[in-house]
């Protein structure tokens, strides 16, 4: 998994680096290097950015423990305990 989200974005910048350097930087070579770097840019980019919505659930989160607090109490926890009947 590190490998996708890390090494294979690194490898297609490292690899349009390269195309730039072997054909000496003609204009195809340059045109390759550049749309090869932006490709793993953008790689790297979506997957950080999935990685970041995938990893920020906090109104999930509390949500959750929330629905357990009523579990174990009876009671939501912003309403305070029920007052004593009788």
Known sequence: MT???H??????????????????????GLEIM???VAAGASLWLITWLFRLGVSTNTD???EEDARRFFDEHGYWEEDGPP????
């Open 83 to 86: 007052a004593a009947q009788g």
């Open 34 to 36: 550049v749309l090869l």
């Open 7 to 28: 090494g294979l974005p690194a490898l297609i910048c490292v690899v349009g680096l390269l195309w730039g350097v072997i054909r000496n930087m003609d204009e195809t």
């Open 3 to 5: 490998f996708l989200r």
């Open 60 to 62: 999930r989160d509390v």
